[in-house]
């Protein structure tokens, strides 16, 4: 079946421009997160998803950063006024429950802020 | 959540065994014990999970020990297409707790 998808695959915009990053989960997955890559870097969580509430938005690294899903499903990363600390590459990944349960991975937005 | 401590990188060549070993001292009771893998330029992929003793499938095998306090991933005969950056990470299975991802361990492997 189909696997986590995201898109755009790769973003370049000016700083102090919004972006909008789409993430659409394996049909069936309650869980879904955000992480985000920096070159070379671990991933960093941002936010996870039960169904459409977030129970956990501890990683949001400031007001500028937001996200929302609807219907259980389809889930968008916003970040308002970008900043060239927000370049890095955003991983999306859905699971059939929270916690520990297997994440599936999608191939990431990569952002370029300039 | 569970702290983990695993070694920045680590050298193998071809059909060798890498064992990479993870240290969580403070796990709780409730937690599993789970290990991912990233290629470059994609996400990660589960590769193995485990509660305690020995869990084993068709790529890898995770040992832990009664205290838990510890894992160890164990690759098999390792190819040049396991050179790759290895997560471990412990967490429980609530659907309100999140797993927190390290910088990992680079598994070079050489010719």
């Known amino acids: 079946g189909a696997g986590v998808s995201q898109s755009p695959s790769n973003k370049v915009t000016e700083k102090g421009k919004d972006v909008e990053l789409r993430c659409d989960p394996i049909?069936?997955?309650?869980?879904l997160y955000w992480y985000r890559q920096s070159l070379g870097q671990g991933l960093e969580f941002l936010i996870y998803?039960?169904?459409?509430?977030?129970?956990?938005k501890s990683g949001l690294p400031s007001d500028r950063f937001s996200a929302e899903r609807t219907g259980g499903s389809v889930s968008t990363l916003t970040i308002q006024r970008t900043q060239q600390e927000d370049s890095a590459v955003y991983l999306c990944?859905?699971?059939?429950?929270?916690?520990?349960?297997?994440?599936?991975f999608g191939p990431g937005t990569r952002l370029t802020v300039t | 959540l569970a702290k983990t401590t695993q070694p920045i990188s680590m050298d193998s060549y071809e059909g060798q065994e890498v064992n990479i070993t993870c240290s969580h001292n403070?796990?709780?009771?409730?937690?599993?014990i789970t290990w991912y893998q990233q290629f470059p330029s994609q996400g990660p992929r589960f590769i193995i999970q485990?509660?305690?003793t020995k869990v084993t499938n068709e790529v890898a095998s995770l040992f832990i020990p009664a205290d838990r306090k510890s894992s160890t991933l164990s690759l098999p005969r390792v190819s040049l297409s396991d050179t790759a950056v290895y997560y471990c990470?412990?967490?429980?299975?609530?659907?309100?707790?999140?797993?927190?991802f390290g910088k990992g361990t680079m598994l070079l492997v050489s010719p």
């Open positions: 049909s069936g997955h309650t869980a």
């Open positions: 998803f039960q169904g459409n509430s977030a129970p956990d």
């Open positions: 403070n796990i709780a009771t409730n937690d599993y």
């Open positions: 485990g509660y305690k």
């Open positions: 990944a859905s699971s059939l429950g929270g916690g520990s349960k297997e994440q599936y």
């Open positions: 990470l412990v967490g429980s299975h609530s659907g309100y707790s999140t797993l927190t």
